[in-house]
């Protein structure tokens, strides 16, 4: 039964050992993630998202090209919101084309009929710094009226004034981001009154110093990307810096209830320069060398896996492997080749988890705790192994086989359950 059991067990790994080149495309690019703790503590050595840049590197004067980002998400988690900001403080020879700078003043002047409500709408660039909406009517001349002003953001995020006469809604630049750009609509509600009531409305909207301009994205799910664009002309002779910045809040689902969000940020320059002829440039952001490490990790766990599962065929404990390897290498040498062989499985093991679970890829405490036992199992092995005699003549040869099977048969069974349950390439399987 012992025999059958360490020999189906052998097999089962190995197999899946062999084919872990083929179960790599099924497991996605799945990243170790945390379930104890903040997602940024776990995935923030490594960007959440690639950035894919194309910009003119010299462009000729007074022509007008493209400068676009595409943002791709990669890995298995939802980019909730994404942003993408050029700044052109650096390259003053550049400036954008389409787009609107500066301060622009509106007046609205309407009647609201009693108890009803009338709106009005105005546009809001991504680069616009603030905006100010006031209110102006005289509530004695109308019966003792009382008239509400709001306004109202692309995403219906509300904002209400809160003086009950000559009323004033000021929004920032923190309400403009999180509303985003696009079309706002300022209301005046006719709260209480006998008669219907004029208004004035003055709308100040400070569109920025067009230097910088900032987009929003969509939500970018698994697998998906979104692509910014902005138009550029160039003005005179020199070179400059074109700085650019990616920021998002990416949303990590890891249990059914228990979600968490971080927000992570890419940020480079490119330098261009005016000359006679266009010519394009291409950038694109890579993983950290941080994550080199989470894959050395992996590999280092192959290594450690396929080791004591050769050592243990190498054990003797197989009578019929064990005849037929003594006939071809001799008993001297399998005994050996098992001893060295079960050393590289606990080094690479001892490895693997210094390198998953001591750095950023803190992983998570099933992890840790399977592939802890199944590194205490291991140099329980080595141990029992490494001073056979001693412990044989102590205890007695049965008790000393029956130890050191039985932590083997535990190895098997805890490294199959981790890997299943933690690999990366079995992540198909969960």
């Known amino acids: 039964m012992v025999k059958t059991l360490i020999t189906a067990l052998t097999v089962i790994t190995l197999a899946f050992i062999a084919l872990s080149p083929l179960l790599s495309p099924l497991a996605s690019s799945v990243l170790p993630s945390s379930k104890d703790g903040e997602c940024s503590e776990c995935h923030g050595s490594f960007a959440a998202f690639v950035v894919d840049g194309t910009y003119p590197e010299v ?14 998400n990669t890995w298995k988690h939802d980019i909730t919101s994404c942003s993408a900001t050029i700044d052109l403080t650096d390259a003053q020879i550049i400036s954008f084309t389409d787009i609107g700078f500066g301060p622009v003043s509106d007046v609205w002047e309407a009647t609201v009929s009693r108890g009803g409500t009338v709106e009005h709408p105005f546009d809001v660039t991504s680069s616009t710094v603030s905006v100010r909406v006031a209110l102006l009517y005289d509530p004695r001349s109308v019966d003792y009226t009382d008239l509400d002003l709001s306004v109202e953001g692309p995403n219906r995020h509300l904002w209400s004034a809160q003086e009950s006469d000559n009323e004033v809604v ?14 706002y609509s300022i209301i005046v509600d006719h709260a209480r009154g006998l008669r219907a009531a004029s208004f004035t409305v003055e709308i100040e909207v400070d569109r920025g110093s067009g230097r910088t301009d900032t987009q929003e994205g969509p939500n970018i799910g698994p697998g998906g990307s979104h692509g910014f ?3 550029i002309m160039t003005s005179g002779q020199g070179s400059g810096d074109i700085r ?3 920021s998002a809040m990416v949303h990590h689902d890891h249990e059914e209830d228990e979600q968490d969000d971080a927000e992570y940020q890419l940020e480079g320059s490119w330098d261009v320069r005016t000359g006679e002829h266009v010519k394009y440039g291409t950038f694109r952001t890579h993983r950290p060398s941080s994550d080199m490490g989470w894959v050395i990790g992996r590999v280092f766990a192959f290594i450690a896996a396929s080791s004591f599962m050769m050592s243990t065929l190498l054990g003797g404990t197989i009578g019929a492997l064990k005849r037929g390897l ?3 290498i001799g008993q001297n040498n399998r005994k050996r080749a098992h001893c060295w062989i079960s050393y590289i499985a606990v080094l690479s093991i001892a490895v693997h988890v210094l390198l998953l679970y001591t750095g950023p890829y803190s992983g998570t405490t099933e992890g840790l705790l399977l592939g ?12 029992t192994g490494s001073f ?5 003549r102590k205890m007695g040869d049965k008790n000393w086989r029956f130890i050191h099977l039985g932590l083997t048969i535990l190895v098997l069974i805890v490294l199959s359950i981790h890997a299943v349950l933690e690999g990366t390439e079995f992540a198909f399987l969960r």
């Open 59 to 72: 462009i000729p004067s007074s022509e007008e090209h493209t400068v676009s980002l595409k943002v791709s």
């Open 170 to 183: 000021e929004l920032g630049r923190n309400d403009i981001s999180s509303s985003g750009a696009g079309g």
């Open 229 to 231: 664009e902005w138009k």
């Open 244 to 246: 650019f910045q990616v």
């Open 326 to 328: 003594d006939r071809l």
């Open 372 to 383: 802890g036992t199944a590194l205490a199992g291991m140099i329980g092995i080595a141990l």
């Open 388 to 392: 056979s005699k001693s412990l044989s």
